[in-house]
């Protein structure tokens, strides 16, 4: 894995890197669009927690700066969530408000993108890339255009540096990130995208079934290891 090379010159930019595929597709295209990216994770007590040894490897990879903040101190305050309490079941199935609405970590998404954008004035930085996608629309309201737009006009006006909020494929779904990402000649085996942080993906929960979805439709194997395969 090598990272296209960045001019000494190069602008900064914050990308907020999960570890999954739409962050992973964007670091990449970040690098590739010059930045010199400042990669930046957040354990917040995700049961998924394997997304960060990911994005560890990839970002020591590509000789990417790269910090794990660690805000698990907020669990307390935004714990109601099968994605940080083990002992709520994970709902199996496609996205949809029916079955997901536990999935929802509460102003997950302002609290790093708010964050992110704080390390952003800090190293002279004037965008923050964010994965939000079409795809996730229907379920989570911090992923919606709406609220992009919103923290961008904060984002404007919170300090005295304005800085911009850039999400590539706000309004692109999860096959179209993919293609992108393969075009690029990325190695989508360098990412994690299930809500569970076992040995293989379940290949059940909703946010495997959009991968695998994505997988198929462009009619590309999948390279991560399923333990319903």
């Given at each position: 894995m090598t990272s296209p090379s960045t001019p000494v010159s190069a602008e900064p930019a914050v990308v907020i890197y999960s570890g999954g595929?739409?962050?992973f597709t964007v670091l990449h295209r970040a690098l590739r669009e010059g930045y010199a990216v400042h990669a930046l994770s957040f354990d917040y007590g995700q049961r998924h927690a394997r997304e960060l040894e990911v994005a560890r490897h990839v970002c020591q990879a590509l000789g990417v700066p790269h910090r794990v903040v660690d805000i698990r101190a907020i669990h307390q305050l935004?714990?109601?969530?099968?994605l940080t309490d083990s002992s709520r079941e994970l709902p199996k199935g496609d996205y949809g408000e029916e079955n997901l609405t536990a999935t929802v970590v509460p102003n997950r998404n302002m609290i790093l993108l708010s964050l992110s954008i704080g390390h952003a004035v800090n190293i002279g930085a004037a965008k923050c890339f964010y994965g939000a996608h079409g795809g996730d629309h229907v379920l989570y309201p911090d992923c919606r255009p709406a609220f992009v737009e919103r923290m961008n006009d904060v984002a404007a006006i919170a300090n005295f540096e304005a800085v911009e909020i850039v999400a590539p494929y706000l309004h692109a779904d999860k096959a179209r990130i993919l293609a992108d990402g393969?075009?690029?000649?990325?190695d989508y085996a360098d990412t994690w995208t299930c809500y569970l942080g076992q040995a293989h993906a379940c290949g059940e929960c909703a946010s495997c079934r959009e991968r695998l979805g994505a997988f198929e439709s462009?009619?590309?194997t999948d390279p991560l290891p399923y333990a319903t395969s």
């Open positions: 595929m739409d962050s935004i714990g109601n969530s099968a393969l075009a690029m000649g990325l462009l009619g590309v």
